[in-house]
């Protein structure tokens, strides 16, 4: 379990350049900025909930489970990075996992500066490309401070935050350490900004409505033909086409509900109220065997839906 203590900010409109170029240079601090290699990172569509997120970071097997724990209303009182902080705490796990259905996909460019607060003072540590200290280990107790263009939806951002990290009863202090030794380093205006964490800034811009299920699946014509064919020899299936459903549409509703139990009834009464003005229509099934290839085409399907 990680407890940290952050704040960070959004941008409405451009990263001013006089503010990028303060943290990235190696003029206004003893090092230049590391990091600054993209990373993929997707997140539970939960757009709703925003005192929680959970993250599966970069790729890595299981998911970052991050939770807020309070607000911290006088973090930072005065200075330029004047603002209300959270408490938040993370949790790892290997066995859980964000749905492909359920995933809000990010990719993020991140500049770090790392900051260790054991000793009296913050001490600012050279990071290489991979945000790893230079020569020397992680501090138990520190912060880190970061500039990230980040691109969600098709629109891109840039976000800047401190997330010191450590002991419950002391990572608002170091926060407040490090905010305002960055302080002293003559940041410029940071204009026009947002204060909201991953979780309330997903929640307010990412898309707020759940992905149809055609949307879900996007499948290559030589795919879609071959499913196609097997949807239409499947008679109660074809009569769901029939009713206008496409094809990407319910081979993610075979996938995901198992519609047998249901079209075994229709089947049994010889009648069908699938079409959108729900007409029951009379039809007759020749081939016995159709439930059969019902059952081996929903796990063909479950596996092509599962690798999008």
Known sequence: ??????????????????????????????FPAGGGRERLDDYLNDVEQTELGIKARGGKPGVEVKGLIAQLPDALPDGPFKAPAELWTKWTSNALA??????????????LRKFDTTGSMPRELHVGADEEPIGEPRPAMGCNVELTQLTVDGKTVWTFGFEAFGELKSVS??????????????????????????????????????????????????????????????????????????????????????????????VSIGRSSFDPAYKATEYQIADANWDTR???????????????
């Open 98 to 111: 964000v749905p492909a259905n359920l995933r809000i996909s990010t990719k993020k460019t991140r500049w």
């Open 173 to 266: 202090d170091q926060l407040r350490a490090v905010a305002d030794a960055l302080a002293k380093r003559n940041p410029p205006t940071m204009g026009e900004v947002e204060l909201a964490s991953y979780p309330t800034w997903l929640a307010r811009h990412a898309q707020k409505q759940p992905r149809s299920p055609a949307s879900l699946l996007s499948l290559p014509g030589d795919l879609r033909s071959h499913l196609s064919a097997k949807i239409s020899s499947i008679p109660p299936l074809q009569e769901i086409l029939n009713s206008g459903e496409n094809v990407e549409a319910l081979a993610v509703m075979i996938a995901q509900s198992d519609l047998l139990p249901l079209l075994r009834h229709y």
């Open 1 to 30: 379990m990680l407890i940290s203590a952050e704040l960070r900010w959004f941008w409405r409109a451009e990263l001013p350049t006089d503010f990028k170029e303060w943290f990235l240079s190696s003029s206004a601090h003893p």
């Open 294 to 308: 019902y059952s081996e085409l929903r796990k063909d399907l479950q596996l092509v839906v599962a690798a999008r």
